[in-house]
């Protein structure tokens, strides 16, 4: 089994941009820099908080409260749906950190979407 994310490529992660801009063509406030054969892994069983914290420098001066967003599915919430989720509630981080890179899972009823910049 081999680990791919470890070796994270920026130029791959600009083609793989355009194959998921089609796919999420409705979505405008945030790039999403995910594996286009990481959308449909699947994350969590059938319900899951997506908690979006506000942490890094572009609100260090004037702090933001996090967000919290319900996704819900009969079973297998993947990247895709967790995407979806965000792109329904027009989630936007409104800062210099626009790229979705990954959902990481931070207990067993929760995740948290990564962004760089
Ligand atoms: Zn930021």
Redesign the pocket.
């Known amino acids: 089994m081999s680990d791919l994310d470890s070796d994270f490529d920026e130029e791959e992660c600009n083609t793989e941009m355009e194959e998921i801009d089609c796919q999420f063509a409705n979505n405008t406030n945030f790039n999403i820099c995910i594996k286009v054969d990481d959308l449909d892994k699947v994350i969590m069983d059938n319900k899951v908080i997506i908690k979006c914290d506000f942490d890094?420098?572009?609100?260090s001066d004037n702090p933001r409260t996090s967000e919290y967003f319900i996704c819900k599915k009969e079973k297998n919430i993947t990247n895709r749906d967790l995407i979806n989720c965000l792109i329904e509630n027009k989630f936007d981080?409104q800062?210099?950190?626009c790229f979705l890179e990954k959902f990481e899972i931070i207990s067993p009823t929760e995740v948290t979407p990564w962004f760089g910049?």
């Open positions: 890094c420098y572009c609100y981080t800062c210099n950190h910049s």
